[in-house]
T-cell receptor, first 109, second 120 residues
Framework: GENVEQHPSTLSVQEGDSAVIKCTYSDSASNYFPWYKQELGKRPQLIIDIRSNVGEKKDQRIAVTLNKTAKHFSLHITETQPEDSAVYFC????????FGAGTRLTVKP | GAVVSQHPSWVICKSGTSVKIECRSLDFQATTMFWYRQFPKQSLMLMATSNEGSKATYEQGVEKDKFLINHASLTLSTLTVTSAHPEDSSFYICSAGPGVGAGASVAGYTFGSGTRLTVV
């Protein structure tokens, strides 16, 4: 089955800096790669996603890149703000969705 | 947009009792429902996948006789934790998708709000 690895597990940046979180997946048939933001005790919130026929997608301060050959994808957050602090999960899906271990992002004001 | 209603949002039960968690897709038909469990400070771990009208497929290490899943209709799936024990205390969350119907999410997956189970 699919195995998703996510790094780093924790990330601390200064407000205004960029943050990058990386994930790798094992199943070359996976075709959908979402990123979720989860605040304590709440459901994961989809922040951006990318499908396998696209290499990059951007939505304001958030971007995702996908390298199908290398089977890795990354989340980029620019101009970080304290409210970006949360746990971020990547996921890979062909049918069922499997999650990475999560990255706790802290943005220091 | 796509909405999945999950109930209850939290429940405390005594050890040995059973607890049922419901997930309903409100404005679309969920052909597939996924059930996840999340322990504190950990990721969401897939427990099982259920398709409407058929038996659920459980992930390795998940006891199907303990975690009963029923997906009797295209809008309702239930997870029953039988003979709950303190180690079953966790955050349980469902995800529906991909769905069909006018309300289905473009993204294909919609999460319920989660259920925090505490077994005492």
């Amino acid at each position: 089955g699919e195995n998703v690895e996510q790094h780093p597990s924790t990330l601390s940046v200064q407000e205004g800096d960029s943050a990058v979180i990386k994930c790798t997946y094992s199943d070359s048939a996976s075709n959908y790669f979402p990123w979720y933001k989860q605040e304590l005790g709440k459901r994961p919130q989809l922040i951006i996603d990318i499908r396998s026929n696209v290499g990059e997608k951007k939505d304001q301060r958030i971007a995702v890149t996908l390298n199908k050959t290398a089977k890795h994808f990354s989340l980029h957050i620019t101009e970080t703000q304290p409210e970006d602090s949360a746990v971020y999960f990547c996921a890979a899906s062909r049918s069922e969705m499997r999650f990475g271990a999560g990255t706790r992002l802290t943005v220091k004001p | 947009g796509a909405v999945v209603s999950q109930h209850p949002s939290w429940v405390i039960c005594k050890s040995g009792t059973s607890v049922k968690i419901e997930c309903r897709s409100l404005d679309f038909q969920a052909t597939t429902m996924f059930w996840y469990r999340q322990f504190p400070k950990q990721s969401l771990m897939l427990m099982a996948t259920s398709n409407e009208g058929s038996k659920a497929t459980y992930e390795q290490g998940v006891e199907k006789d303990k975690f009963l899943i029923n997906h009797a209709s295209l809008t309702l799936s239930t997870l029953t934790v039988t003979s709950a024990h303190p180690e079953d205390s966790s955050f349980y969350i469902c995800s529906a998708g991909p769905g069909v119907g006018a309300g289905a999410s473009v993204a294909g997956y919609t999460f319920g709000s989660g259920t925090r189970l505490t077994v005492v």
